[in-house]
């Protein structure tokens, strides 16, 4: 069963708006949270993270949310830009583990 | 970035043949991971190490193998290939298991079983 969902396969966003990524989870062991970039052809490239001792945490556009009691995390990526077309990918891990649980991912398309 | 190298790219093999994929990393990284990205499946774990000689299964395992006899090179193989193991393979490594730090991931190998 996926511990870890991105519902929306794909999002398109006019540049310069807001994209908004979700991911849900459903191990309430999970307490960290990274968010991944990938391109085609590509392998994944890491963006951000959060420990689930924080609710926020921003780095330059990109800010991840994180609502604990929900079991949901979102990617804000203000102003968005067309280098930013990619699939992102958000993952879980529990510090019992060993291993990252990924999401589906969510293919975004930002329009010129 | 952590230097992680895949081998080959790109292979196109016939049912039945056994592969072997090579991951290859110069971080000195303990942790190593195989996974697989279909559509509508996103990245799934087939095997990681947590060590030389030091591995488990991951959620994909049936059908594969793996062998990491030093720290920098993890194998892959699929001792009797199918089809349903067409797909794009990505190693990774990290230092510490998944607990505060990123993965760095390879640049993938596109497998085709015909």
């Known amino acids: 069963d996926q511990q870890v969902k991105q519902n929306s396969p794909s999002l398109s966003v006019q540049e310069g708006r807001i994209s908004i990524l979700n991911c849900d989870y459903t191990?309430?062991?999970?307490?960290?949270f990274l968010w991944y970039k990938k391109y085609p052809a590509e392998g994944p490239t890491f963006l951000i993270s959060i420990s689930s001792i924080k609710d926020k945490n921003e780095d330059g556009r990109f800010t991840v949310f994180l609502n604990k009691s929900a079991k949901h995390l979102s990617l804000h990526i203000v102003p968005s830009q067309p280098g930013d077309s990619a699939v992102y990918f958000c993952?879980?891990?529990?510090?019992?583990?060993?291993?990252?649980?990924f999401g589906t991912g969510t293919s975004l398309t930002v329009i010129p | 970035d952590a230097g992680i190298t895949q081998s080959p790219r790109h292979k196109v093999t016939e049912t039945g043949t056994p592969v072997t994929l090579r991951c290859h990393q110069t971080?000195?990284?303990?942790?190593m991971y195989w996974y697989r990205q279909d559509p509508g499946h996103g990245l799934r774990l087939i095997h990681y190490?947590?060590?030389?000689?030091?591995?488990d299964k991951g959620e994909v395992s049936d059908g594969y193998s793996v062998s990491r006899s030093k720290t920098e090179d993890f194998l892959l193989t699929l001792e009797s290939a199918t089809s349903s193991q067409t797909s794009v393979y990505f190693c990774a490594t990290d230092l510490s298991g998944g607990h505060g730090n990123e993965q760095f991931f390879g640049p993938g190998t596109r497998l085709t079983v015909l």
């Open positions: 993952a879980a891990s529990a510090r019992s583990g060993n291993q990252f649980y």
């Open positions: 971080e000195n990284h303990r942790y």
């Open positions: 190490s947590y060590g030389v000689k030091d591995t």
């Open positions: 191990n309430s062991m999970f307490d960290y």
